[in-house]
T-cell receptor, first 113, second 113 residues
């Protein structure tokens, strides 16, 4: 079946630094990528939606300058958390749309110290 | 706006016990309803879905029936196993492919031998 490879699976970074999370569709073309974040014991909240080659559409309350999303190719989308702070610590997960449907990545646990 | 409410966890059961995780929703249209499962350290996987009223989704012994009159989609399993320990998310989408998902807060299930 369709596979989305998400890396890194875990990352610890210092406050003020930037972290890049990658999602690659391994055997299909991802025309749309959804990015979610999940706080501990909370639900997944949609952060943004990106279509290949276009600017991402951000959900209300999500800072586009802080969470940079790039979807430059049909097999790769990245989320960069800029100037990370401890409150950005969360589980980030992508979800790709391809011809066969939707597939989640395995998620990235970000801890900002 | 649309929303999903799940029963709070954690839920702790003994092996072979019956499981019910309640899920209710509010929606302006006629959404499709989904249950996703997240095993420890992994991303989300689609467990089952139902796209219209009175449909029953089923998979791996789990089932849920789309009840429009009570706006519910409760997840049930007659006999749980230790391997069912995971977090379960109820979700809805206004399209039957599950494009833009709105999730409940998740219910953690722990099954003891």
């Amino acid at each position: 079946g369709a596979v989305v490879s998400q890396h890194p699976s875990r990352v610890i970074c210092k406050s003020g630094t930037s972290v890049k999370i990658e999602c690659r569709s391994l055997d299909f073309q991802a025309t749309t990528m959804f990015w979610y974040r999940q706080f501990p014991k909370k639900s997944l909240m949609l952060m943004a939606t990106s279509n290949e080659g276009s600017k991402a559409t951000y959900e209300q309350g999500v800072e586009k300058d802080k969470f940079l999303i790039n979807h430059a190719s049909l097999t790769l989308s990245t989320l960069t958390v800029t100037s990370a702070h401890p409150e950005d610590s969360s589980f980030y997960i992508c979800r790709a749309k391809g011809a066969g449907g939707y597939t989640f990545g395995s998620g990235t646990r970000l801890t900002v110290v | 706006g649309d929303s999903v409410t799940q029963m709070e966890g954690p839920v702790t059961l003994s092996e072979e016990a019956c499981l019910t995780i309640n899920c209710t929703y509010t929606a302006t249209g006629y959404p499709s309803l989904f249950w996703y499962v997240q095993y420890p350290g992994e991303g989300l996987q689609l467990l089952l879905k139902a796209t219209k009223a009175d449909d029953k989704g089923s998979n791996k012994g789990f089932e849920a029936t789309y009840r429009k009159e009570t706006t519910s989609f409760h997840l049930e399993k007659g006999s749980v196993q230790v391997s069912d320990s995971a977090v379960y998310f109820c979700a809805l989408s206004e399209d039957n492919q599950g494009g833009k998902l709105i999730f409940g807060q998740g219910t953690e299930l722990s099954v003891k031998p």
